[in-house]
């Protein structure tokens, strides 16, 4: 058993968001697929994308201050009930014959509000849950958990959403915050480290900018990051690839979906392999441009499996980059101010993934899928 897993609270928590990661899922392949359904719009699809991009950048620091100043644990499970809400909210609409892209996009905001002040919260928890020595099995078991949440999850909604309908799928995906929360509440473990807290204040995340923008390694792996996620995630791109390129309907949606989380999880096993961890930054960036060679390959493909090797590869260079970087951002950060460099490391992280859906489907609607996928690629060899 990995080591992380021998604490009580933090095997709680992980077990937790194994189950509400594969949930959220669920709703992400529904959403993307009915508003193409609704429009047939590649544009509309990247608009979906920044209608949960600009919340996170937005609220995301202030969520760091909240992280820092709040109990990190209730935090969380007021944006868990809020989740349940807007999952619940999609079924009854769905189901009522009601649904519309206006609907979608206000549903995708307001997740992307409870996402923006949950997400430094849980990162910012898991040192508090196992001994410093163990942080980076704790880490690469949270990159595991994310990794099987995209390969279950989308696999399954793809099953499940071209044989029970759309609205089961945000049914499952209600269902797995309910058991986010029940974790939650199960844990006993508290915030320890309480010097230096300070109340919610304009200072307060002013103090964690100015740790991360003096400090040039944090620093500088966030921009890589946000650049290589900006540019070259073909992931707004799959409905448009399963229905038309490569003619595989929904069931091959799913298994698109997962394939660069099957290579994710690969890369979780090759991190914990790597001969010489200490020279961190060669990794990050071996593992940046494999990412981005794959990506370009992908683009070009017709051919189903070529492409699900392809996006195996991106899981797997993209995974071995975070790890390590995650690694080395929780252990120069001090427990005071983890929450807000958590933030701001947010704004770059899932601000990248969601503008990259927009600027996917703005270039594939000027110049074609492919191309749009293609120069993603090219850019982030290139960065």
Request: charged content about 10%.
């Amino acid at each position: 058993m990995p080591a992380a897993l021998r604490h009580r609270d933090f095997a709680i928590f992980w077990y937790g968001l194994v189950v509400s990661g594969i949930g959220s899922q669920f709703s992400s392949v529904a959403s993307a697929w009915q508003i193409y359904e609704l429009t047939g719009s590649p544009l509309q699809i990247g608009l979906l994308g920044l209608s949960r991009a600009i919340p996170q950048m937005g609220l995301q620091l202030f969520g760091g201050v909240l992280a820092d100043a709040l109990d990190r644990r209730r935090l969380m499970m007021l944006t868990q009930l809020t989740q349940l809400c807007v999952s619940a909210s999609l079924v009854a609409l769905t189901l009522a014959g009601l649904i519309s892209p206006a609907i979608l996009y206000a549903a995708n905001v307001l997740a992307a509000f409870s996402t923006a002040l949950e997400n430094p919260a849980r990162q910012a928890l898991v040192p508090n849950l196992v001994p410093r020595e163990e942080l980076t099995s704790a880490l690469s078991l949270n990159s595991t958990q994310r990794t099987l949440g995209q390969i279950a999850g989308p696999t399954i909604a793809g099953l499940v959403l071209a044989t029970g309908g759309i609205a089961w799928c945000y049914a499952v995906d209600a269902s797995s915050w309910v058991v986010m929360l029940g974790a939650l509440l199960l844990i006993n473990s508290r915030q320890t480290a309480t010097r230096g807290r300070r109340a919610v204040s304009l200072g307060a995340l002013q103090e964690g900018v100015h740790f991360v923008w003096s400090n040039q390694i944090l620093l500088w792996f966030m921009v890589l990051d946000f650049a290589a996620t900006f540019f070259g995630g073909p992931r707004a791109l799959m409905p448009i690839y399963a229905k038309e390129i490569l003619d595989v309907g929904a069931q091959g949606l799913g298994v698109l979906y997962s394939a660069a989380s099957i290579g994710a999880l690969a890369g979780a096993l090759v991190v914990n392999k790597l001969p010489r961890r200490d020279r961190a930054s060669r990794w990050v960036l071996a593992g940046v441009a494999f990412y981005g060679l794959c990506t370009c390959a992908f683009a070009v493909s017709t051919n189903f499996w070529v492409s699900l090797l392809m996006l195996a590869g991106t899981g797997l260079g993209n995974t071995v980059s975070t790890v390590l970087r995650g690694t080395v951002d929780q252990l120069v950060t001090p427990d005071e101010l983890r929450g807000r460099v958590q933030a701001v490391k947010g704004v770059f992280t899932n601000g990248g993934p969601q503008l990259s859906q927009f600027e996917s489907g703005v270039v594939a609607d000027l110049w074609g899928v492919q191309f749009s996928a293609l120069s993603g690629g090219v850019a982030t060899v290139l960065v």
